[in-house]
């Protein structure tokens, strides 16, 4: 196993290297960056000297290791409207937003779970039948659709919710519900089907002919083979849950570093979305290797291949 993770550790630093590449690329996304963060009307003299002053007329491959040896000490520049570290700046953000997504997943998990094994241990019935329209209806509405209607009925009309803010755990349950509902439908239909697949299995039918319970059966040897696909479903939502979390802090005005990241594009702040994208990119890579191993746990046959 120490080996297995150790593998792993290495795959994920040259992902993150990867992605260390896509944002330094970010400067440069929109043509000469001297350009583009300096006003329209600035003279061709001082957008030659701000280029000098920021090292943009360096070779290209030189300012990548320069922005490299910065970035792994956490220095991506300052923030051209905070007028501050970018990174610290979205570090602050960064809590509301794991608290959302947070929500999310614990929405996803509480709906799709229940759904899933119902849909699995009753194929064919009706209850299948509502579980596969609730998991179509995840997965087509969009998320800012979804919003906009939660806070008409839930904020306007029936004023049960806050629709905007953090003020309390009240302030999570409209967005986290627009969160985890893309999650919650993938989650449900892949453990339907998993579950379906290693109910077929021989060692199931061997279970059931020893005289094991079906609940006992179900909890202790089809849940947990099943269980393996949707760990790995989960590590790829992590992406899904951010950008979920993006489009939901704007709709929401909630305070988490999606928004701040939204508003830093608007204002063609670099060094904070650069920051940002660095921050998630880190964290779903540490992610991955945390249900990385959990897989070994699952199941000891797997390994690194």
Do not use: C
């Not at 009925?153 to 967005?175: A, K, T």
């Not at 985890?180 to 021989?202: N, P």
């Not at 179900?218 to 269980?227: D, F, I």
């Not at 479903?233 to 849950?241: E, I, K």
Request: aromatic share 8%; net charge positive; hydrophobic share 55%.
């Amino acid at each position: 196993m120490t080996a297995y993770i150790l593998q792993r550790l290495l795959y994920n630093a040259f992902v993150l290297l990867g992605v260390s590449a896509v944002v330094f690329g970010l400067t440069f996304l929109t043509g000469d960056p001297a350009s583009t963060l300096l006003p329209l009307n600035t003279p061709r003299e001082d957008i030659d000297l701000f280029r000098h002053q920021m090292g943009y007329d360096r070779p290209m491959p030189v300012q990548y290791m320069d922005f490299l040896s910065k970035a792994v000490q956490g220095d991506f520049g300052m923030s051209l409207r905070h007028r501050q570290p970018a990174l610290p700046i979205v570090l602050e953000r960064l809590p509301a937003t794991l608290r959302l997504a947070l929500a999310g997943i614990f929405f996803s998990l509480i709906v799709s779970v229940p759904l899933g094994l119902l849909a699995g241990m009753n194929k064919g019935t009706w209850i299948d039948s509502v579980t596969r329209v609730v998991v179509l209806l995840g997965q087509v509405v969009p998320g800012f659709w979804l919003a906009i209607v939660l806070i008409l009925v839930f904020g306007v009309n029936l004023r049960w919710l806050p629709v905007s803010g953090s003020e309390g755990w009240e302030s999570l349950i409209l967005p986290g519900f627009v969160v985890g509902t893309f999650s919650m439908a993938s989650t449900a239909r892949l453990l339907r089907s998993s579950l379906l697949e290693v109910l077929s299995k021989d060692y199931i039918r061997t279970a059931h002919a020893k005289g094991l319970r079906g609940r006992n059966v179900l909890l202790r040897h089809a849940l947990k083979n099943a269980a393996i696909p949707v760990v790995t479903l989960m590590a790829l939502q992590v992406g899904n849950l951010l950008g979920g979390a993006v489009i939901a802090e704007v709709v929401f005005a909630y305070p988490g570093m999606g928004r701040l990241a939204v508003q830093a594009i608007t204002n063609r702040d670099v060094a904070v979305v650069q920051a940002f994208v660095a921050l998630s990119g880190a964290m779903i890579v540490t992610t991955n290797l945390l249900l990385d191993i959990v897989y070994t746990w699952l199941d000891p046959r797997i390994r690194f291949a």
